[in-house]
């Protein structure tokens, strides 16, 4: 049986990998490239942090953050 | 000598324009402009002398139509943190049809096409519990943030809906003051406990978006319409309709829209209901049959059935009260097409008015319902719509060839005809099951520009007392905005058990409602023409569904207290339902009031006798109806007469629509001038 480790931080998330420029829709310079979980399974987005609008969107690793053991 | 009254239902091909003056009917056609809706309107005004009305009462797709097809404006919506996503979430329910489908969407959801995308849906850090106590307050600073970067996006109305704001909404007032604030005044807002303080969240937030987006599409286009038609010399009373056609003033209408944007076919509806009270017959099944789809109302004793809600597209809903009408994508311009399995089907895909029917000749090269009739003889090429369209039959013939099946150019038109029949008598026997009814107890009124050449077939399919095809069948809908009275409304949602003891409850909530009532309207001198109705939505214990609009007599609830609520509510049950459960207790839990100021009416007139055997103005070859040509007399509707009768085959030509009676039928001309058709004895 698994034995998972507490989590040490009061929420999850994944970690954001700032990019330059700004949003087209409110003008602010935050935006961030990182992982989300949507319809349709996993997508890597650049949303901005500001209004969350997306400025791209394109398909993500199939499982997420969870790599099979037997992967390579 | 009556008032000058006018009429218009804005369609998606036509603008229909009725005008009723000293009692005779006189109507207009007019292509509709998607781009620029108001000039069909006053163009039909104008061509019929607008200068000397009383009224002109208004019936519009507009709002419908920019719903399903998005074109929407950019709007926020700002709701409780953590309940954003309500929006794409709906009711959560799946159409029965799609059950095991892995790849269905919801129509309005993030995955489709969101009314509201998703990063123009802000949450809000607060919480109303369901009693009305605050748990979180309204953290004032967030919510100024959030709008504040809803105003960069450059947003151009605001829908605000907060969990529990039905009972109580200081969060949401707060909200609304803020968003004048950031938005500055003038600016569309829209709040869930103005729009219609009801419960369950997920309907009042889609009724408050929808409300908000509607200002934005009717207050521009009322206002050019008003000002546009007082300069047409127009002085009279510009009234909108509302989902059940009532009438409301249009700058009231264009304060909650929401309520204005199914119109078109309840005003069907008050149309059937005008005309059976004219001929004394309340027990009817409404079949408009126009481009797209044919809408099927069903009217028992005079009335037909109003809900508390509508779906535009399937579980996106507007909370307003409605009459029922259900829809089946089958009319004039559905299109003919062959499934990968090699059945020919019709519908639901529609020409629609752009590019229309193959026979249009307007770049259309798929066959449609109206190309079958064409080369099945029914149609004029010469007199369609009045002679603003001529057919082509070449295309037509050319549009059922390129089909890729192995069927005759015949069994083609044939077979579509037929399908086409039996998808609209599908929908209607539908619509009567569904209520517990037959309908061998009721008659077919035929509308809507294709309703009279369809129906006579269908009749036949739906064993159905008769088919009434009413006077100027191609704009009945129109007529039917002059048949209705001006409606106002308010209501608010309270959860409770109708016990013998809660009769002083009852009281303080419809006074209380009545109340808000007068005060908004400040009616004065004409207080005492008002007729006030009570009615609450209900239902029984354990469900989770109402049934809407309780009628609620004053003088049966004084003698009798709440019992005589829950016999009405059982009564009204069994009658929508055709069963009851009179043993389980009622809980009531919307409450209605209506102010109710009758208007000057349409009063069908009576047609003058006709000789009884009216004469042909020439014959016409049938095709494809049977296996053998037939030739059928046509007769000029305006030349019968009251008790004339046609045996069919017979076509009867009109302007703007066209009647088929089938052989084994017969066609008696009513007192009003309706032409009746039953199976010939």
């Known amino acids: 049986m698994h034995n998972f480790p507490r989590p040490t931080t009061a929420t999850v998330s994944s970690a954001r990998t700032p990019v330059p420029g700004t949003c087209p829709e409110c003008g602010a310079e935050s935006l961030a490239r990182y992982r989300v979980m949507s319809e349709g399974g996993w997508w890597l ?26 992967a390579p | 000598m009556g008032r000058t009254l006018f009429s218009v239902d804005v369609g998606g091909t036509f603008t229909d324009v009725v005008m009723v003056r000293d009692g005779d009917i006189h109507v207009t056609k007019v292509p509709s402009n998607a781009a620029a809706t108001h000039l069909p309107v006053i163009e039909g005004a104008r061509r019929l002398g607008v200068q000397d009305a009383a009224v002109f009462n208004h019936a519009s797709t507009k709002g419908l139509n920019a719903v399903l097809t998005r074109s929407l404006p950019k709007i926020g919506f700002v709701t409780t943190q953590g309940h954003r996503d309500m929006l794409d979430a709906g009711r959560c329910m799946r159409p029965m049809d799609n059950q095991t489908d892995a790849r269905w969407h919801r129509p309005f959801g993030d995955a489709a096409r969101p009314l509201v995308r998703r990063y123009l849906r802000r949450g809000i850090h607060e919480r109303i519990l369901a009693t009305g106590a605050v748990l979180i307050g309204l953290d004032e600073a967030q919510a100024r943030a959030e709008l504040e970067i809803l105003k960069r996006c450059g947003i151009q109305g605001l829908a605000i809906c907060l969990i529990n704001s039905f009972v109580n909404p200081a969060h949401e007032q707060a909200l609304l003051a803020l968003a004048r604030e950031v938005f500055g005044p003038g600016f569309p807002v829209s709040a869930s406990f103005q729009v219609g303080p009801r419960a369950k969240e997920y309907a009042r937030a889609s009724t408050t978006v929808i409300d908000v987006m509607m200002k934005l599409i009717y207050d521009d286009y009322a206002h050019v319409l008003d000002s546009q038609l007082r300069a047409a010399g127009f002085a009279g009373n510009l009234n909108f309709a509302d989902c059940t056609a009532a009438l409301i003033p249009w700058r009231d209408a264009v304060s909650a829209p929401h309520r204005i944007l199914f119109a078109g076919p309840a005003a069907g509806a008050a149309a059937c209901r005008g005309l059976g009270a004219a001929i004394g017959d309340g027990n009817l099944i409404g079949c408009d049959v126009g481009g797209t789809s044919t809408d099927v109302t069903v009217l028992v004793n005079g009335a037909p059935f109003i809900n508390d809600s509508f779906e535009i597209e399937h579980d996106l809903l507007v909370n307003t009260l409605s009459t029922e009408v259900a829809s089946v994508g089958a009319g004039g311009g559905s299109i003919v097409s062959v499934s990968p399995s090699g059945d020919l089907r019709v519908g639901p895909q529609s020409a629609g008015a752009t590019p229309g029917p193959a026979c249009y000749g307007r770049g259309g090269t798929r066959p449609t319902v109206t190309d079958a009739c064409l080369l099945m003889g029914i149609l004029d090429p010469d007199g369609f719509a009045d002679g603003q369209i001529r057919l082509d039959a070449a295309a037509a013939g050319a549009a059922f060839d390129s089909l890729e099946c192995r069927m005759s150019q015949a069994e083609r038109v044939r077979f579509a005809w037929k399908i086409a029949q039996n998808n609209i008598a599908e929908e209607i026997s539908r619509c009567a099951l569904r209520h517990g009814l037959d309908t061998r107890d009721f008659s077919l009124m035929a509308f809507g520009a294709a309703g009279p050449m369809l129906l006579a077939g269908v009749l036949e399919l739906v064993k159905a007392r008769r088919l009434i095809v009413p006077p100027h069948p191609g704009l009945f809908s129109a007529i039917g905005l002059l048949s209705t009275d001006f409606v106002y409304a308010n209501s608010r949602s309270q959860y409770l058990m109708l016990m013998p003891d809660t009769g002083p ?15 908004r309207l400040n009616l004065g001198d004409a207080a005492a023409e008002v007729t006030i109705r009570r009615s609450f939505d209900g239902r029984l214990a354990g469900q989770s569904w109402e049934t809407p609009f309780i009628n609620v007599d004053p003088a049966a609830l004084k003698a009798r207290g709440p019992a005589a609520l829950t016999d009405e509510f059982h009564a009204e049950y069994a009658r929508r339902n055709g069963v009851s459960f009179a043993q389980i207790p009622v809980q009531a839990v919307t409450w209605r009031v209506q102010m109710i100021v009758a208007t000057e009416k349409l009063a069908w007139r009576a047609l003058p006798a006709g000789t009884g055997k009216p004469t042909p103005i020439g014959q016409r070859t049938l095709r494809h109806l049977d296996a053998e040509e037939i030739t059928a007399p046509v007769y000029q509707r305006a030349a019968l007469g009251a008790g004339d009768t046609i045996a069919g085959p017979a076509l009867i030509i009109e302007p703007l629509a066209t009647t088929l009676i089938i052989p084994r039928q017969v066609a008696r001309i009513g007192t009003v001038g309706e032409i009746v058709i039953t199976e010939a004895p």
């Open chain 1, 45 to 70: 987005v650049v949303k901005c942090g500001q209004c969350l609008h997306s400025v791209s969107r394109e398909p993500g690793p199939l499982l997420g953050a969870f790599v099979p053991l037997g």
């Open chain 2, 505 to 519: 409850q009852l009281e303080a909530i419809f006074g209380a409602l009545e109340a808000q009532l007068r005060e």
